[in-house]
Structure formats: C-alpha cells, structure tokens
Antibody, heavy 116, light 110 residues
C-alpha cells in the first residue's frame, strides 16, 4: 500500500534553513506528481509546490525563490529545501501523492517551527 | 492566488443532510473540473473524499457527493453521522498551473 513518511522538521531560527524529506513506498515513485502542502497551527491547508515526473515544478508565490522541491528517484524520496525561513513558515508540512489533479495520499506531516 | 471561500462552520443533526459550498473564480473552480474535497480530523492528515468534482475514491462512503455550478463547488453529506464531525477543505487546480485550497469548514454534528 502507498506510504509516505516525512522527516526533517524541527526548530530553526528566522533566516535559517531546513530540508524536509518524504520517503515514499508502495507505488512507482518516479511516475507520479508529488506535492508539498503545509498547515500553520490552527489554520487551513496551503499548497506549496509540486514536481512532475519529468522534473518540471511549480511553486506558490509565498515560497517562490526561497523553497526548492526536488526528488531522488533512486531513493524514492521527495525533498523540500527551505531557505530564508520566516515565522510565518511555522507549520506542519505534508507531502502528498497526486492522481487526477487531487491529493490522493498524504504523509503524517512534520512540524517546522521558526522561532528565535 | 486567494483561497477559495468556504463557510466557517456548518452543523446538522444525525441523519440530516448538509452542504458545504466552495466559491472561487473562472480561473480555478469555474474553469476546470479539477475540484477535490478533503476531510481532516483533529491532529490527523487530510483524507481525500471527492475528486474531479463528483468522483469518490474507493472506500469513501456514498453518503458523500460533490457537484459544481459555475464558480461554486459543493460537497453534500447525507445521513450525517457523528464520525463526520471534522474540518473539510476544497481544492482546485488553477489557470496559473498551481493549486489552491478553500478556507475550510468545521462540520459539527449536533
């Protein structure tokens, strides 16, 4: 069965960097579009970025130029490199597997806290 | 890209039907059939309930149904049950080749 496991969250100071990972299993990872979605404490869902199987990608305006999405198909792993972090980036970050322009499977999430 | 507009809360008694609206623009909800709905219980990851406006993934109860008219999509829950109490979010693909979520609706079973 499909399984997505995020890791890499933690506490980081404003202006700092963090790299999140999402280990995927149960499907042909290299064939699917993958997304990052975040949820600030007590707030709604916010789409962050996607990466297609051909390597093309797209970002939300709120993170463009600061965040980088990538994959390592040999490790079946999705990444999100987050730079120049701000307090407003504090959230639970989820990876999700795409199918038919919907988020079919979600990981359990990893919490990122940006605070001095 | 502004979030899609959903009512903050909707409530109903067990057995009743409720409908949650999701209003966007012609650049998202109105322009594509790529509208999906998610259920999220406290402390849990979201779960896909409806995709492509009105399709249910295998395993999702047929008490959940979706529709769309113009720039507004809707999720209807019929035969409301206590386990349906959760937050619900809509999502749409957009003309900017991005995705946008709704503001979220808290469903309360009275």
């Amino acid at each position: 069965q499909v399984q997505l496991v995020e890791s890499g969250g933690g506490v980081v100071q404003p202006g700092g960097s963090l790299r999140l990972s999402c280990a995927a299993s149960g499907f042909t990872f290299s064939s699917y579009v993958m997304h990052w979605v975040r949820q600030a404490p007590g707030k709604g869902l916010e789409w962050m970025a996607f990466i297609r199987s051909d390597g093309s990608y797209k970002y939300a305006d709120s993170v463009k130029g600061r965040f980088t999405i990538s994959t390592d198909n040999s490790k079946n792993t999705l990444y999100l490199q987050m730079n120049s972090l701000r307090a407003e980036d504090t959230a639970v970050y989820y990876c999700a597997k795409d199918r038919s322009w919907a988020f079919w499977y979600w990981g359990q999430g990893t919490l990122v806290t940006v605070s001095s | 890209q502004s979030a899609l507009t959903q009512p903050a809360s909707v409530s109903g008694s067990p057995g009743q039907s409720i409908t949650i609206s999701c209003t966007g623009t012609s650049s998202d909800v109105g322009g594509y059939n790529h509208v999906s709905w998610y259920q999220q219980h406290p402390g849990k990851a979201p779960k896909l309930m409806i995709y492509e406006v009105n399709n249910r993934p295998s395993g999702v109860s047929n008490r959940f149904s979706g529709s769309k008219s113009g720039n507004t999509a809707s999720l209807t829950i019929s035969g409301l049950q206590a386990e349906d109490e959760a937050d619900y979010y809509c999502s749409s693909y957009t003309s900017s080749i991005t995705y946008v979520f709704g503001t979220g609706t808290k469903v309360t079973v009275l």
